[in-house]
């Protein structure tokens, strides 16, 4: 089974490989030089590989700013507001603004983290703001967009990976509970499954606990969100994906002025896609080591991009 790394220690791993020396320049501010010739080095701050502008990296941070940016350049993107307490998510709900199903998430946070999603009822809407509030200062709320969560890997105008990923779910055999299937799938991954209020929302919806025996053959998704980080089944499809969809991609990144990026796109049904967000520092484990299909080693392209 392959080891899962952080980007960092795959660019580490690839530059002892091919005979570059690391240099620890600040062990606390984690900076480091990669080099073969000393008058030519790379610096690495951080999880920053020095690809993108500081300016890009700041604007991927805060999504609605995102948002807003690709709005204005024609890219569909979710409607939705910045609410900042819950005086002004009452007058958000009152004016109709947005139409239900609703997601929840905080402005700049990544990896899926705080993200709640197919939100139903003002009722629920309610609670789940009180909820993650309580974390975060700033919260987006936006519509709903039913589609397959895809991520496309963008390195200096080129989409070299294509992931989609699928909301995590088991399937019952009429025997064991949600709890031992839940542990059965995540005994075949990296990324586990963790049981939270997001899991206990989507059980309870369909009045289901974790201690519930499913019938066999039903089909249970855990999550809203498909976020690799929080348990989301990955699938490699670079060969497959539609051109118009990694030219949209290119055009995200373009605008935002990435030379590396993930873009993450939903895609419909009826072929129709929403930009949900865009991430200036891309995992590249979901492409290295997918659940299922190939492994898209961009390690190797990005480690080459960096002494181009």
Do not use: W
């Not at 009180?130 to 519509?143: C, L, P, R, V, W």
């Not at 909301?167 to 025997?175: A, C, I, L, Q, R």
């Not at 899991?199 to 499913?214: C, F, Y």
Request: with cysteine; charged share 30%.
């Amino acid at each position: 089974m392959a080891i899962l790394l952080s980007n960092i220690e795959y660019i580490f791993a690839r530059a002892n490989s091919l005979g570059y020396q690391i240099e620890e320049i600040d062990s606390s501010k984690k900076v480091y030089a990669i080099y073969k010739n000393p008058l030519r080095k790379r610096y690495i701050f951080g999880q920053s590989l020095g690809i993108n502008s500081s300016s890009s990296i700041k604007i991927c941070k805060y999504k609605d700013l995102t948002k807003k940016i690709l709005s204005q350049a024609n890219i569909r993107v979710p409607k939705g507001v910045v609410v900042g307490n819950s005086d002004h998510l009452k007058i958000v709900i009152r004016k109709n603004s947005l139409k239900f199903p609703l997601v929840i998430k905080p402005v700049a946070e990544a990896l899926g983290k705080g993200v709640i999603a197919k939100i139903e009822t003002k009722r629920e809407l309610f609670v789940q703001y009180k909820n993650i509030s309580s974390k975060y200062s700033q919260i987006i709320i936006e519509e709903y967009f039913a589609g397959v969560d895809h991520r496309f890997f963008v390195l200096s105008d080129k989409v070299i990976a294509v992931c989609k990923r699928l909301k995590p779910f088991v399937v019952g055999d009429g025997k064991k509970t949600i709890n031992m299937l839940l542990y059965e799938l995540n005994e075949k991954r990296f990324r586990k499954v963790r049981v939270d209020g997001e899991v206990e929302r989507n059980l309870a919806k369909k009045e289901l606990k974790t201690d519930s025996v499913l019938e066999k053959g039903r089909k249970v998704i855990l999550r809203q969100n498909s976020n690799y980080s929080t348990g989301g089944i990955t699938k490699d499809v670079t060969n497959s994906i539609d051109d118009k969809y990694t030219l949209m991609a290119r055009k995200c990144a373009d605008i935002l002025g990435l030379k590396l990026c993930g873009i993450d796109m939903l895609i419909s049904r009826k072929c129709e896609y929403m930009i949900t967000e865009v991430n200036s520092l891309p995992s590249f484990d979901l492409h290295i080591v997918p659940d299922l299909g190939s492994s898209k080693r961009v390690d190797y392209a990005v480690f080459s991009n960096l002494f181009k």
